[in-house]
């Protein structure tokens, strides 16, 4: 069972972005670009920036500049297979910032905003890890809300705790704790 905190967050983060592409391939084209008044305008686009912040985070732990929006199009298909990739590199840095007792490490990076104004941000790598997880299930939720304003309902509960009684607990163990 996981017990990692790092490991917990992404796993847990995998996993639940994962569950909301999957609600989402029921939805036409236009479900999936139908604008709301919340996160970045509609599904696809909130799918697109979760993956795009954790390879934009990635960058900047590898010691490269963010990289830029490519505005799409982008596809649920797209989007998942960047969310494997990024995976891999998430995890690879992960695993050499911890070997290399780097975790508590400063990240300094700089940050264009507004347009035209650059600021100088400095934060440890272990609080950069936490953020990107942390930032994917706030725009995670905002996507469950629109698939609730379309109708769909998700089967499952996406919580941490219902993550692992899913994925890492025994099944009888399932049943006793979700029904």
């Given amino acids: 069972m996981t017990t990692d905190p790092y490991q917990l967050l992404f796993r847990h983060f995998d996993w639940a972005t994962r569950q909301v592409i ?24 909130n799918l697109d920036h979760i993956v795009w912040a954790v390879e934009g985070w990635c960058d900047r732990l590898e010691g490269n500049p ?13 989007i998942t297979a960047r969310l494997d ?24 990076y700089d940050i264009e905003r507004p347009p035209g104004t650059v600021t100088r941000r400095t934060l440890p790598r272990s609080a950069v890890y936490v953020h990107t997880m942390t930032h994917g299930f706030h725009h995670r939720a905002q996507c469950v809300n629109m ?33």
């Fill in 147 to 179: 698939l609730r304003q379309i109708g769909v309902k998700l089967p499952m509960q996406l919580d941490l705790c219902f993550w692992q009684w899913r994925t890492e607990l025994p099944p009888e163990t399932i049943k006793q704790r979700c029904g």
């Fill in 22 to 45: 999957d609600a989402c391939r029921a939805l036409d084209a236009v479900q999936l670009d139908r604008k709301f008044e919340m996160g970045v305008g509609s599904l696809i686009a």
């Fill in 85 to 108: 990739d990024v995976g891999r590199r998430w995890n690879a840095l992960l695993d050499a910032d911890r070997a290399a007792g780097r975790l508590e490490s400063p990240l300094t």
């Fill in 66 to 78: 963010w990289r830029p929006d490519d505005d799409g199009p982008h596809t649920l298909d797209s």
